[in-house]
């Protein structure tokens, strides 16, 4: 066992047997005499817990009386130290996705993990240090509001909230019943049944001005009819496809294009010249050509003719600034 492993087991026998002789200890714990006091002291001084001996009753034992108890408690469940290792990467990860998204309530649960681990394990820091996540356009998110979102999307509360569209700049007030939250291209997304419009819409977190929850349950929409109205398109962009795309890249670029997952509904294929072709559903063109355009001239839109035509006239009005 680790130290951290030791410790907890230490907690559980306490907590199960009330009175714990130290032959026990030594024989669940599999350490010397020596070993056991190295960890009794780590979790007298470390978590200020009184366990004491009790000569009348020839064992250790747990505080039960003068100031609550439960105070004493160790923090945290029983993990082993590879499993809290895991839950201090995960928090880092969603800290690092967004910072300050969950901080009030992760953050209390990162230094109690940090406890436990003690001094000899692998020091929580190292996370950071060795691990990162590095964001391009991504948008902040208020704390907040993600916090409301989130609660009453879990709740099955609707909210009612102030959206700045920013696509045709207006700010409309919309009651809305919450779905799911979607993180996409380092941003949130909030799918929800829309009262206002009578439809599905999916919401940038980041665009809500303001946010109440009200009294009323929310709408509840089947997985696989928000599936076929906000998932069937290409990215964001809501609503069942309406087209197809096929798209033909150069072969340099297509070592990367052939491990890359555009869509969950695209087929892809490798001509004998290495050139690769990659067909995708979509309903609004808009994020399609920007994906598009990262590819500059290492990729050709073979159809649809509008598409064609449209990422054309984006490339000679980029062209005409130069």
């Not at 056991?36 to 000569?55: E, M, N």
């Not at 996540?133 to 099955?156: C, D, Q, W």
């Not at 996409?184 to 980041?206: I, P, T």
């Not at 009294?215 to 962009?237: N, Q, S, T, W």
């Amino acid at each position: 066992m680790s130290q951290t492993e030791r410790v907890l087991r230490i907690q559980q026998l306490l907590r199960e047997r009330k009175v714990v002789s130290l032959r026990t200890f030594l024989e669940e714990l599999e350490v010397s005499r020596a070993q056991f006091k190295r960890d009794l002291a780590f979790v007298r001084d470390r978590f200020q817990v009184p366990i004491r001996w009790d000569r009348s009753r020839e064992g250790y034992v747990w505080p039960q009386s003068g100031t609550d108890a439960a105070n004493y408690d160790l923090p945290g469940p029983l993990y082993t130290a590879s499993e809290i290792h895991a839950l201090l990467l995960m928090q880092d990860l969603v800290t690092q996705l967004q910072p300050g998204l969950l901080e009030q309530h992760l953050g209390p649960l990162r230094e109690r993990l940090r406890l436990l681990l003690g001094t000899r394990d692998l020091p929580a820091e190292e996370i950071r240090r060795r691990i990162r996540i590095l964001h391009m356009a991504s948008r902040p998110v208020n704390p907040k509001y993600f916090r409301t979102v989130s609660e009453a999307t879990l709740g099955r509360r609707r909210l009612r909230i102030r959206y700045h569209g920013r696509s045709n700049d207006t700010i409309t007030d919309r009651d809305i019943s919450p779905q799911r939250l979607v993180f996409y291209r380092g941003n949130w997304y909030l799918d929800s049944w829309c009262h206002l419009r009578k439809d599905l819409r999916s919401f940038a977190v980041d665009a809500i001005i303001e946010v109440d929850v009200l009294d009323e349950k929310a709408r509840e929409i089947a997985v696989d009819a928000l599936d076929a109205h906000l998932g069937a398109g290409y990215g964001i962009f809501a609503g069942a496809a309406q087209a197809e795309a096929v798209l033909r890249f150069e072969p340099e670029a297509s070592r990367w294009v052939s491990r890359e997952i555009w869509h969950v509904l695209q087929a892809r294929r490798i001509e004998p010249t290495g050139h690769l072709i990659l067909t995708v559903p979509y309903a609004q063109e808009q994020e399609l050509i920007m994906d598009v355009l990262r590819y500059g001239d290492q990729v050709e839109v073979v159809s649809p003719k509008s598409l064609r035509e449209l990422v054309k006239e984006r490339l000679d009005r980029a062209r005409a600034r130069y």
